[in-house]
């Protein structure tokens, strides 16, 4: 069975995570892969403007498949030279296939998300999470470094002190310290999160989706480019925004005193 599925419903999609019997581990040969090809579906798909990303089962990712690392197999086999290639050419695919998303992924965090796990649920530009959801970037218990990303991300989501807590000691936080932190923007209840996250990618995908895909592209771009490059492209695409019939159709609904109804155009 493939690591991942892609499921539509109107302009939402939702990505799960489909290898319950593993706690939906990653990093099996060709994983990056199935990743990035349903990622390109979403992103060449005009009449996708949200997404969701949850794990089948009682997890949301394990991580890394540890049984292979004691094996040494799949990713984990090979010399130095080949265990890095493996990373590059399989594992960070996934991570980079999630972060190359142009519509607004929510991460719907259903049971534990562990190590890459972890890094994997942090891709979502908004996370939700179950009561029962953990989290931890247990790397350094296994002697290893975070190496999927985690040195990045998780100093910019719950900042220096915090992120050096949770990775110098392996520590696993549960779903209300995640949200006290930052890494989720609320915790509710199992039996509703998929309904939460619908809710919520739904109210999303009103939006009009040319303005949604730029603006998430600004957001992102935002972090590592300087002020003034970012004012520069913001002018430039607001220009291009001032001439779509969405913008006509927004300024319209707000003088009409109507909800605004956008079609991309």
Known sequence: MAVAKLEKDGAIATITITRPEAMN??????????????????????????????????????????????????????????????????????????????????????????????????????????????????????????GDGGAWLTPRIIGWSRACELLFTGDVVDAETACAWGFVSRVVEADVLMDEARALALKIAQ???????????????????????????????QGLMHHTKDHEEGVDAILEKRSPSFTGQ
């Not at 581990?25 to 060449?44: R, Y």
Request: charge should be positive; include cysteine; aromatic fraction near 6%.
């Open 25 to 146: 581990a990653l990093g099996q040969p060709g994983d990056g892969d199935v990743f990035q090809a349903i990622c390109a579906q979403i992103n060449t798909d005009p009449a996708i403007r949200a997404a969701i990303l949850t794990g089948e089962g009682r997890a949301f990712s394990a991580g890394g498949d540890v049984k292979a690392m004691k094996e040494r197999s799949g990713a984990f086999a090979g010399s130095p030279a080949e265990i890095r290639e493996a990373y590059r050419g399989n594992i960070h695919k996934i991570i980079k296939a999630l972060w190359s998303l142009e519509v607004p992924l929510v991460s719907a965090i259903n049971g534990p998300a562990i190590g890459l796990g972890c890094d994997v649920a942090c891709m979502g530009d908004i996370r939700l999470a179950a009561k029962g959801a953990k989290f931890g970037v247990t790397f350094l218990k296994l002697g290893l470094i975070p």
């Open 207 to 237: 939006q009009p989706p040319h303005a949604l895909r730029v603006t998430k592209a600004l957001m992102r771009q935002g972090q590592t480019a300087t002020f003034d490059t970012i004012m520069e492209l913001s002018a430039a695409s």
